[in-house]
């Protein structure tokens, strides 16, 4: 007798939400926080995602789709501004910029 298990279907990049990065030229933000909806449907908030120098930042593992709010903090903390960012459901790849 041979036992056969149903393995789960692989997943097909960017089909259900984006990663997000962000490259932002402007001021010298020091990181930022999102909220939004995630690949399930749930308003998650993230984690503080630090932005190099040059404004380059990403995080990974988190998915999100739809508008996202995206508020920029300075290094000391203080808020800087915030924004939206229309994140595809599906797109070729699994991230999106903000």
Known sequence: MVAVTAAAPAAVAGSNGQQ????????????????GYNQSGDWVY???????????????????????TVNFYYSNGTWARGSTCNVPTDQWGDWTYC
């Open 46 to 68: 993230s984690p503080s995602i630090p932005l190099d120098s040059s404004g380059y930042g990403q995080l990974y593992g988190w998915w999100w789709r739809g508008f996202v």
């Open 20 to 35: 997000i990065a962000f490259n932002y030229s402007g001021p010298a933000y020091g990181f930022v926080y999102l909220e």
